[in-house]
């Protein structure tokens, strides 16, 4: 049987079909300066005929509520045991001084996430904590939309209070929560999750809950953490697998899907020393996160139209030029980042609007053809008139 060519996958993918997790591997596997151009200019065709040449922006605020964490994931330099000096636990008080910052510089969306914290409980109880949090938000800005609580955190309130995934996402969403971060995600591969975080959920409970998430109506948002030890096969495992998921709540007609993917490449700067080893480096590799970003449009876009960099973890100049391959959304101003920033990333922890505006016009400064307009959006990418 002849082997499929590299311009045949492309048309493929330009004329609207899926292609296949082994075309993906093809694409991935590419080395060719001339191969990678060519999936560079089908990503970015694609990004145009899927979701336009407006590039989107929200102003938004991260908040970490806490450090504390039981789980000890190879990566991850943020968490803290808790009676360490430097870990934290925000009050009530500082929950909602953050709001109200966050709402005085425009914002309309909090991220909410924080460590597996045991002792988040009120009245020995786990999920009234997480509901506090919410209301602590809600009460004083209904207006504010709260993305918050991972697939993790859901399982973890779950399993400390003996109650279902479902009962968890319903009460989270009837006290406000708006939608889900898709993080801990990390890869969806349980090979690579037992070295990578062998105390988190597995692949299957990661897409049971994000699935629950869906026809409960709660959208979501889906990552992959790249650049670390999986391999191009495991990539687009986990791309195919939430390509399956996203036509599986289309199919059923679930009230909510997956808004947007993210790429989140690997900084390994300030990780465990043993997982910082076995990479063996302490930043992303630019090229390879464009090449995952520019194959990811190209295997999901037509089901999951909007795509994000990160440019906490590439720095704003690598998020820019991500919009080339791929990306038609820069991401948030996020305000106070600590995870990724206590990994070692050079991005840094807070993006002016301004800042974010003029990143995506310099990509018409060499060439006028690149020119792409910016618009504010939500969180479910519904545009506003700030642009």
Same mark, same amino acid.
């Given at each position: 049987?002849?082997?499929? %060519?590299i311009d045949e996958i492309l048309n493929?993918?330009?004329?609207?079909? =899926?292609?296949?997790?082994?075309?993906?591997?093809?694409?991935?596997?590419? =080395?060719?300066?001339?191969?990678i151009a060519a999936i560079r200019a089908t990503a970015d065709q694609l990004r145009h005929n899927q979701a336009g040449d407006t590039v989107t922006y929200i102003i938004n605020r991260n908040i970490n509520f806490t450090n504390i964490c039981e789980q000890h994931c190879s990566f991850c330099a943020f968490r803290r045991d808790d009676g360490d000096t430097d870990a934290y636990w925000l009050n009530w008080a500082q929950i909602l001084e953050k709001s109200t910052d966050a709402v005085r510089r425009g914002a309309t969306e909090i991220c909410m996430q924080g460590g597996l914290h045991p002792q988040a409980q009120i009245n020995g109880k786990s999920l009234p904590y997480y509901l506090k949090l919410v209301e602590t938000i809600k009460q004083e800005f209904p207006q504010l939309h709260l993305h918050a609580f991972s697939p993790q955190e859901v399982q973890f309130i779950a399993r400390l209070d003996g109650i279902t995934y479902a009962e968890v996402i319903t009460a989270l969403?009837?006290?406000?929560?708006?939608?889900?971060p898709g993080t801990a995600a990390e890869v969806l591969d349980d090979e690579v999750r037992r070295v990578l975080c062998p105390e988190?959920?597995?692949?299957? %409970?990661?897409?049971?809950?994000v699935s629950t998430a869906h026809k409960l109506g709660v959208p979501t948002t889906s990552t992959m953490l790249s650049g670390h030890i999986e391999t191009p096969e495991q990539q687009i495992g986990h791309l195919e697998k939430l390509r399956s998921l996203q036509q599986n709540a289309i199919a059923q007609e679930h009230p909510a899907r997956i808004t947007e993917f993210i790429v989140l490449p690997f900084v390994g700067q300030e990780a465990p020393k043993s997982l910082r080893r076995r990479v063996g480096r302490d930043q992303p590799v630019l090229k390879d996160a464009l090449l995952l970003t520019a194959v990811a449009r190209i295997y999901l876009?037509?089901?999951?139209?909007?795509?994000?960099?990160?440019?906490?973890?590439?720095?704003?100049?690598g998020a820019t030029e991500a919009l080339t391959w791929g990306c038609n959304d820069i991401g948030g101003t996020l305000m106070e980042e600590h995870i990724t920033t206590m990994a070692g990333a050079i991005g840094?922890?807070?993006?002016?609007?301004? %800042?974010?505006?003029? +990143?995506?016009?310099?990509?018409? +400064?060499?060439n006028a053809s690149l020119k792409r307009p910016y618009q504010e959006r939500n969180t479910l990418y519904q545009k506003s008139g700030n642009g």
């Open positions: 049987m002849p082997t499929i %060519t493929l993918a330009l004329m609207g079909y =899926n292609i296949s997790p082994s075309d993906g591997v093809i694409l991935l596997k590419q =080395n060719d300066p001339e191969a969403r009837d006290a406000g929560v708006g939608s889900m988190k959920i597995d692949t299957a %409970t990661w897409l049971e809950i876009g037509n089901c999951i139209p909007n795509h994000q960099p990160s440019w906490v973890k590439l720095g704003l100049d840094g922890t807070c993006m002016e609007v301004e %800042t974010l505006q003029n +990143a995506i016009a310099s990509l018409a +400064a060499g």
